[in-house]
């Protein structure tokens, strides 16, 4: 069996070996290996269909991988669903909205909390663990800047306000890395620095490790320890943000492109 190359790179809390998934014919995700520095903000990069959802879903454990191996903390999570990698501390967001409009946004982070509670959804649940969660979501809702909304219903709540009850929610479990798919989409550009903010905060605060997708550059470039290029489901280029802005095959493939765009 393979191992994770754990011991010889320090403190790698996660690490793909020639992951591989595949749609049919069409390949999505092609023999990628990378390895995530605890800790750090690493971004993945790259054009509409590059393969970053589908590799995200499989590291989550949301897809099975076709081939190739995940190690989370040493460990191969590889064959593990969704909520086995949640209980060891991976933390995913959707690229979709993924919040009960109908509940206000302390009842959605509780809920996310007790999701991944020891009983999991038993009807009896003790009165001291709902204080517990119940707590524990009042603390979440304020790190995330929610403090004043808690009774709101999460529908009502402006968009840029609905991505960081998402965050909340990631969070309530106490992740050790989240995977976050373009935490910004559709937000109004002003209210990008903020939830941008927020989430290098939660990173360093919490000595936590951020994977992001993300397709606005300027935030990719100032936030990230290292970014992660892919292109047709394969790694085309990786590096600190000076070197992928350095980067000429980058340049040509996508970069230029992007910038101009945004
Ligand atoms: N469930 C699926 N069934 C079939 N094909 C899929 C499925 N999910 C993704 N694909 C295909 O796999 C490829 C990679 O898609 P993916 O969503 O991972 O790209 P992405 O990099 O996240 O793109 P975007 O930036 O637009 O979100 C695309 O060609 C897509 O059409
Ligand atoms: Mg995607």
Redo the contacts with the bound molecule.
Sequence with gaps: MERATLSMTGDIILETKNVRRE??A?V??ADVSIQVQARTLHSII??????????FNVLSGNLAATSGRVFFKGKDITRLPLHKTAHLGIGRSF?ITNIFPNLTVLENIRLSCQALGRGNFRFFQSHRRFKEYEERAWEVAQQVGLAQQTLALARTLPHGAQRKLELGMILAPDPELLLL??PTAGMASEQVPELMALIERIQEAGQKTVML?E?NMHVVMAHSDKITV?HQ?AVLAEGTPEEISANETVQTAYLGELYKAS
Excluded at 46 to 55: I, V
């Design positions: 749609f049919g069409l999505a995700v790259g054009p509409n269909g590059a393969g970053k959802t589908t590799f690229q798919d373009e997708v397709h892919m489901g």
